[in-house]
């Protein structure tokens, strides 16, 4: 049967179970329960096997600012720029990063390294120096490369860049084509680690570099996030503008970007912070809600002092029309369509 217009429900039979309330309680006669301490009480049972709070920055972060766009073009244009993604022992976000480009009009070619034999691995160095060189774009997925071993993550991949015919090969990419760099989480980890951000070449770091340290949490996090666009300095984020706020997927167990305030500082000022956590408003916070690893300044992001060269926590890639759309937010980041317009 249809059900009776709003003005004749009353004349239905029924009977009234409770009424919503702007206050965030569950009350009846004689009894009124706070949501938050209900809530509380039942996160608490398993509080500590899986911790969902950890200790925060102190403070609150400010946002930063930077609206100065390089302008910065290769010498040479190209309608359909290659991508060379490298797939490392652990990496697992390869096809999904291939998808995002293609989508955004690049050509992308994924590449296995072998390193179950030394010839193995010799051979991959020299695939991969050789395909460095015939592309425009140089991508570094995601994934747990070497499990993460030895002694933290993206340092299998760093060694591998740190290899003298695959250190010619990206310097020369970025130095004398101006080509492009991008690395996502893993990839962040190993763009780090081999001094590419924020130095913008390949150096050995030390402890007044900038790093990523396990979270605060202790432990892996996957979720989504909400992050907002700090700088429209690099090409990465030519579609973008200051202020706008994207929710983005993270999978990681060692993102808190951390450095010496000096560092920090520099990096604002010289607009190399591409982006900050923030909630839902777009405010940068040190809240675990908001900034789920504990990152300094909030920062998920940063790039090269030129900005052709950029690294982030967030999974940009993992985004679709039916992905997560149980999620409020806006989760297409036009990050791939601004490393292929550079070269438009």
Request: proline fraction near 8%.
């Given at each position: 049967m249809e059900v009776a217009a709003a003005a004749d429900l009353g004349s239905l039979p029924h009977?009234?179970?409770?009424?919503?309330?702007?206050?965030?309680?569950?009350?009846?006669?004689?009894?009124?329960?706070?949501?938050?301490?209900?809530?509380?009480?039942?996160?608490?049972?398993?509080?500590?096997?899986?911790?969902?709070?950890?200790?925060?920055?102190?403070?609150?972060?400010?946002?930063?600012?930077?609206?100065?766009?390089?302008?910065?073009?290769?010498?040479?244009r190209v309608a359909k720029p290659r991508v060379i993604i490298p797939v490392f022992p652990g990496s697992n976000c390869?096809?999904?990063?291939?998808?995002?480009?293609?989508?955004?009009?690049?050509?992308?070619?994924?590449?296995?390294?072998?390193?179950?034999d030394a010839a193995g691995l010799a051979e991959s160095l020299k695939a991969f120096a050789e395909a460095i060189s015939r592309s425009q774009i140089l991508m570094i997925p995601g994934g747990f490369s070497a499990g993460d071993e030895p002694d933290g993550s993206g340092k299998f991949i760093a060694a591998i860049i740190k290899s003298p015919i695959v250190r010619d090969a990206v310097m020369e990419l970025l130095k004398s084509r101006d080509g492009l760099a991008l690395g996502i989480c893993n990839g962040f980890q190993a763009l780090i680690k081999t001094g590419l951000v924020p130095f913008g070449e390949i150096r050995d770091v030390d402890a007044s570099a900038p790093t990523l340290f396990h979270n605060r949490i202790a432990r892996h996090i996957s979720r989504y996030a909400h992050t907002r666009v700090a700088s429209v300095k690099s090409p990465w984020l030519a579609r973008m503008e200051v202020g706008q706020v994207h929710t983005i997927p993270l999978s990681h167990g060692e993102g808190r970007f951390t450095a010496p305030a000096a560092v920090i500082a520099d990096l604002v000022k010289n607009g190399q912070?591409?982006?900050?956590?923030?909630?839902?408003?777009?405010?940068?916070?040190?809240?675990i809600e908001f900034n789920p690893n504990g990152s300094l300044e909030a920062i998920e992001g940063i790039t090269s002092p030129c900005g052709r060269?950029?690294?982030?926590?967030?999974?940009?890639?993992?985004?679709?029309?039916?992905?997560?759309?149980?999620?409020?937010?806006?989760?297409?980041?036009?990050?791939?369509?601004?490393?292929v317009d550079y070269f438009a």
């Open positions: 009977r009234v179970l409770g009424q919503t309330t702007a206050a965030a309680t569950i009350a009846w006669p004689g009894t009124s329960l706070s949501v938050d301490a209900l809530l509380t009480k039942h996160e608490a049972v398993l509080e500590s096997v899986f911790p969902t709070k950890a200790s925060e920055p102190p403070g609150t972060p400010a946002p930063i600012t930077f609206t100065v766009r390089a302008g910065l073009k290769p010498k040479l390869e096809y999904d990063t291939a998808r995002a480009f293609r989508l955004a009009g690049a050509e992308p070619e994924i590449l296995v390294l072998r390193n179950l912070v591409a982006f900050q956590y923030c909630d839902a408003a777009g405010a940068p916070s040190n809240a060269v950029l690294g982030k926590m967030g999974h940009s890639e993992r985004t679709g029309a039916n992905v997560a759309k149980n999620i409020p937010g806006n989760k297409h980041q036009p990050l791939f369509q601004g490393g």
